[in-house]
């Protein structure tokens, strides 16, 4: 046998999203986070979407400010529609001011081609944009004088200072569900965060990647493997399905029943750990729960009985 070239955590964290559109929710959440034993924040990110949304990095930077401890995430960052020094200083100012505690969520989004249009970027040249823009943003965070010339973009030589925290930058963790995702992550990520994805699909995507990342000739790399479900508490399976669906559809803008079925955290906090049993099982080692009911119902059942349950989740 070769050697396998990722290598996953050996431990399993929790975390959630912050979903509020105010100072006062926002800052609530952070905090309430912090103080529960949850491991990170994580945050979505769009120009112009379906919702309001607060803009990402802008955000976590926010949260940075009222926390000490959990990780910051974002879930995911669309990269392909910012230039990527400027993605570079951003982030970089961020790991600073957080002390270290950013991880960069990356994807090329597309589901809403008017954002595309509106930030002058060809829908089409997101997947490629991506790829150049992990190596620009890489280089810039660990290199001085750095000078580029790329398929879409070309400048330098300039060097960005202060560099981030993280001796080699914040890891970058690569979101989506398309074959394009898959190599990336193999080829060039530091991480996986999956979306909309069956614990069977995650670990045929994880195999692919880890292929990916064989012939790339990576060796033992230390890989961030998370799931980012979509969760609703219920007593009564049927009621959170219904929640699910209906939220989902209105995010998405279009019908989300049989996909709620097969992609959410549904149920009681015991389901909810079956589930998340399966998905370790599968290969993710970080959970976010991305909240569609109460979060003063999850909040208790995370102190009390799902956090205390995650002993008993198997993942080896």
């Keep these: 046998m070769g050697t396998d070239p990722l290598i996953l955590r ?12 105010d100072r006062a929710s926002v800052l609530a959440l952070a905090r309430r986070i ?3 034993g949850l491991d990170s924040a994580w945050v979505g990110d769009h120009i112009s979407f379906y919702i ?3 803009e990402s990095l802008t955000l976590l930077s926010f949260v940075a400010a009222a926390t000490e401890r959990i990780r910051l995430g974002t879930g995911i960052y669309l990269m392909p529609l910012r230039h990527p020094t400027t993605t570079a200083k951003v982030a970089s100012t961020l790991d600073v001011l957080s002390g270290g505690r950013l991880t960069l969520g990356v ?8 954002e595309f249009e509106a930030s002058g970027i060809p ?14 943003v890489r280089r810039l965070w660990r290199e001085e004088g750095v000078e580029h010339r790329g398929e879409h973009f070309n400048f330098g030589p300039i060097t960005l ?3 981030p925290l993280q001796s080699e930058g914040p890891p970058i963790v690569i979101g989506g569900r398309k074959g394009p995702t898959f190599r990336r992550a193999g080829q060039l990520g530091d991480g996986y965060i999956s979306h909309m994805c069956s614990p069977e699909q995650y670990a045929d995507n994880l195999e692919n990647i880890r292929q990916h990342a064989k012939q790339a000739g990576r060796k033992e790399v230390p890989f961030e493997t998370a799931a980012f479900l979509f969760s609703v508490q219920d007593d009564v399976y049927e009621q959170a399905l219904d929640r699910a669906a209906g939220m989902l ?6 019908p989300f029943r049989d996909a709620a079925k097969k992609y959410c955290l549904l149920g009681r906090p015991e389901d909810w750990l079956e589930q998340m049993q399966a998905f370790a099982k599968a290969g993710a080692r970080h959970f976010v729960f991305s ?5 003063d119902q999850f909040f208790e059942a995370w102190e009390n009985e799902i956090k205390p349950g995650l002993s008993q989740i198997d993942y080896r």
Excluded: A, W
């Design 10 to 21: 050996d431990h399993l964290e929790c975390g959630t999203v912050i979903s509020g559109q």
């Design 34 to 36: 912090e103080n529960s």
């Design 52 to 54: 309001p949304i607060l």
């Design 107 to 114: 994807g090329v989004g597309g589901e809403f081609p008017p």
């Design 123 to 136: 829908v089409t040249e997101r997947g490629p944009r991506t790829d150049e823009s992990i190596e620009v």
């Design 161 to 163: 200072s202060p560099k």
């Design 249 to 254: 559809q209105m995010i998405y803008n279009r």
């Design 291 to 295: 909240l569609l009911s109460d979060s």
